[in-house]
């Protein structure tokens, strides 16, 4: 049987940012220098195949800390922590090691610095999600009120609107957190905003290769986990963007065939958590249907690497 042609849009940047490279070398070096079990506070990234992974060669995931033996270090994930979680570790004498993304970090000194400066804290992200909960924990509870919609704006009970500031997840949608960010300035023209774009630099060029890459595919499929931020709105943004079939894929095995029947164009990107195995699982199953045709959509060029603490640097 003849094959039908395909084109196959190939995003660019895809798959993994610099902080979830250096979250995951950062568990392999701690198996490296301490050998297993290392435990690890939440999933280090939200990938499933990346969590298994490191599951078989020794890591232990636990939900708190409290799972956690005091003998054995501890890795907190990528989306960051309560300032509790570390003051917890070391009151229990533990060693732990934090793998916090440092642009999450740069959210987390900024909260700190806008309330040192008298100034109260409305956070733009997604109840719940890790990041968020690690962020608003940087101060006391309560202390951080908490948006996701222009239309929660509009109920927000403020200590004094004069002496505002706000901060973002980093792997919100551009144009999603702009609106909110609007309706804040609207409601609090003397809201003070971060220095430097919140929103880190990978989710931005990602949602930037989908919208130059999604009006010219049928369907698109983005390659990563449904409990991962970054990948959602990926799929959010090539909807938006024009593509009618714009869907969220684990692996090869998830994709829905009936669904694509008849398409000649499709583009296939990858959440920052997402490894490029998986991306190449997904083209393959596409080449052993289609006579396929790759084309690369490029809109940013990355090369951004983060350095691992200075303990994991120094020998045993």
């Known amino acids: 049987m003849t094959k039908a042609d395909l084109t196959l849009y190939l995003a660019a940047p895809r798959g993994f940012c610099a902080g979830v490279d250096r979250a995951i070398k950062i568990v392999e070096m701690a198996l490296e220098k301490w050998g297993a079990p290392v435990y690890v506070r939440h999933e280090i990234v939200h990938n499933k195949f990346v969590v298994d992974h490191l599951r078989e060669k020794g890591a232990v995931f636990v939900e708190e800390l409290s799972e956690c033996p005091n003998d054995r270090p501890v890795i907190f994930s990528a989306h ?10 070391q009151a229990r004498e533990m060693i732990y090691v934090d793998a916090t993304c440092p642009l999450v970090s740069k959210v987390h000194i900024e909260a700190q610095r806008h309330a040192d400066n008298g100034l109260q804290m409305i956070m733009i992200g997604h109840e719940g999600h890790p990041e968020t909960v690690g962020t608003m924990g940087q101060l006391p509870d309560g202390d951080v009120l908490l948006v996701e919609t222009p239309k929660d704006v509009a109920t927000l009970q403020v200590r004094d609107p004069e002496h505002l500031a706000y901060v973002t997840q980093t792997t919100l949608s551009i144009d999603d957190t702009a609106e909110v960010v609007a309706a804040l300035k609207e409601r609090f ?128």
């Open 189 to 316: 023209p003397a809201i003070v905003g971060p220095h430097k774009e919140d929103i880190c630099y990978a989710t931005t060029n990602r949602q930037e290769a989908v919208k130059a890459m999604a009006p010219k595919c049928d369907a698109m499929l983005v390659v990563g986990a449904p409990n991962s931020s970054n990948s959602k709105r990926l799929v959010e943004v090539g909807a938006r963007a024009g593509c009618s079939y714009s869907q969220l894929v684990q692996r090869a095995d998830d994709i829905d065939w009936r669904a694509l029947d008849g398409i000649t164009s499709i583009g296939i990107t990858a959440g920052a958590s997402a490894p490029e195995v998986l991306i190449n699982e997904v083209i393959e199953a596409f080449e052993k249907r289609f006579n396929v045709t790759r084309a690369l959509v490029e809109t940013a060029v990355e090369n951004v690497e983060f350095k691992v603490p200075r303990v994991l640097r120094e020998t045993a």
């Open 80 to 89: 960051g922590v309560p300032k509790s979680v570390p003051a917890a570790a």
